[in-house]
């Protein structure tokens, strides 16, 4: 008799936001995934949080795999604002 074993990770996939297209790992807690998960990524050069919420559940090829989107509202501006640009003094 053979015992399934259950993975103790999950892949995150981040289907839009700044991080459309990537993936991760994050380990089940309690068995169970994450319904929010904050990222800290840099993107143009500003180090920003992102706040992504759990969607579809689905196996691909035996692990667990689930969408996460992107919650705009509640992350930090995914652009540099212009004005905020000149005020370390490029280009003087």
């Known amino acids: 008799m053979t015992e399934a074993r259950q993975d103790p990770e999950y892949i995150v ?7 459309v297209g990537q993936t991760d790992r994050r380990f089940l807690v309690g068995g169970e ?5 904050g990222v800290i990524a840099a993107v143009e050069g500003l180090e920003s949080t992102f706040w992504y919420v759990a969607g579809e559940k689905r196996d691909v090829e035996g692990q667990l795999q689930v ?3 992107f919650d705009e509202p509640d992350s930090d501006p995914v652009a540099a604002d212009k004005e905020d640009e ?7």
Request: no cysteine; charged share 25%.
């Open 13 to 19: 996939e981040y289907v839009d936001g700044p991080l």
């Open 33 to 37: 995934v994450d319904e929010r998960i």
């Open 67 to 69: 969408s996460y989107h």
């Open 86 to 92: 000149s005020i370390f003094g490029f280009g003087a």
